[in-house]
């Protein structure tokens, strides 16, 4: 006879690998996601052996596609060696790592867009970082005041493009670039170093932000007055829409700058930022966002593994400063994003995607450019971010 008593008993057994199991640890899952790495870039160096000069950056058609040292995203590539390099000690890496670093060296004086904080910061600042070579922190002071050269005081910012049609463009990206300038101060101690630093994250507060929080991509400045004269959100839906990766960008860049300069106001930003992508009723329940929070076709639209792994690291950078207690919600998110990038959903399978770690990124989807992608810079936030989950801490004076 069946009673009530051997039912529960049968359905405890049978519910209890679902009941019982234990999530893997966040920590054992990161070094798992470096020895992968690992192997990936083993395949990506194979296909770069007869070019000496120039940088992956993504997939297209099926074949790796390289860049020279101009391109925005050149410093991204040689990051990913040396943070896997950290973590792994392969002298192969090492060798590679201080190659392709090498074939940046050059935009220390490059001066015809914002962008040297991601083209130096994340290829001579982690070689800084790791090894502290004193050549590499000579070329990170040079790139600052080349950077330098971009700022008005009339503006108070960073002019991010020279293109038309534009007069003063400045980018939501650009307070990514700030690090570099702060590393120029803490070594140099020349204070128009700090003073551009806190100016430009000033204004972008005062300017890029909507009363909702969330952030317009580009805004244009009159080089005369210093007003500003357009909001546009170029890479997004809409000038209104919020554009995932562009609110990524703030949020790291924020807490970045809370980190380094202590000012609290850049806490609050950040936290702030964070407080609205978490509680934004159109992020995914895997935590990775559409490619613009407001795109048409949601829940259908693509996602963009970019934005996530952006987003993931500014909230673990967020959540150790603010504590174990008040950073809980933001490390929890950052977690889930982590692991949900980490999945099959995210994470290409061994050889494959072009021996890039994740998949389904989003550069320009506006432009039909980089659509559903590897791109070097996913992988760099990721392997970051998870870098930052194995114990490293971000450093205090402006490098990654």
Request: charged share 20%; glycine share 6%.
């Amino acid at each position: 006879m069946i009673t009530l008593r051997h039912l529960f008993v049968c359905s405890v057994v049978f519910l209890a690998p679902a009941l019982f199991a234990v999530e893997q640890p966040i920590q054992e899952l990161a070094r798992e996601q470096f020895a992968f790495a690992a192997k990936q870039y083993a395949g990506i160096l194979k296909q770069m052996e007869s070019d000496a000069t120039r940088l992956p950056r993504t997939v297209v058609d099926g074949k790796l596609k390289a860049v020279g040292p101009t391109d925005w995203t050149s410093g991204f590539f040689p990051g990913s060696l040396w943070l896997i390099y950290e973590q792994t000690k392969d002298p192969a890496l090492l060798a590679a790592a201080q190659d392709y670093t090498k074939r940046v060296e050059s935009i220390q004086h490059f001066t015809k867009h914002h962008d040297l904080g991601f083209m130096l910061g994340c290829s001579y600042g982690e070689g800084w970082r790791i090894t502290g070579e004193p050549a590499y922190r000579d070329v990170l002071i040079q790139g600052a005041r080349s950077l330098s050269t971009r700022y008005s005081p009339k503006t108070g910012v960073i002019r991010s493009w020279d293109s038309k049609p534009w007069i003063y463009p400045v980018i939501i990206d650009n307070m990514m670039n700030l690090g570099l300038l702060w590393f120029a101060h803490v070594e140099t101690k020349e204070p128009a170093f700090r003073e551009i630093v806190f100016s430009h994250a000033d204004k972008t507060l005062a300017n890029h932000y909507r009363a909702d929080h969330s952030s317009y991509h580009l805004l244009d400045y009159d080089p005369t007055t210093g007003a500003v004269t357009q909001r546009k959100t170029v890479q997004g839906y809409a000038d209104d829409s919020t554009w995932a990766r562009g609110q990524a960008w703030g949020l790291a860049g924020y807490a970045a700058a809370a980190r380094f300069t202590k000012n609290s106001a850049y806490l609050n930003q950040a936290k702030t930022i964070a407080d609205f992508l978490r509680n934004h009723p159109n992020l995914p329940a895997d935590g990775i966002p559409y490619w613009d929070f407001n795109a048409p076709n949601i829940p259908h639209a693509i996602r963009d593994a970019a934005a996530g792994a952006v987003m993931a690291m500014g909230l673990w950078d967020l959540a150790l400063q603010l504590g174990p207690e008040a950073g809980a919600p933001y490390r929890a998110l950052a977690e889930k994003q982590i692991r949900s990038l980490a999945s099959p959903a995210y994470r290409a399978a061994l050889n494959e995607n072009g021996n890039w770690i994740l998949m389904h990124s989003v550069g320009h989807f506006s432009a039909k450019s980089e659509i559903d992608v590897p791109l070097n810079y996913t992988d760099y936030y990721f392997l970051k971010t998870l870098s930052l989950v194995l114990g490293d801490k971000p450093a205090v004076n402006g490098v990654p």
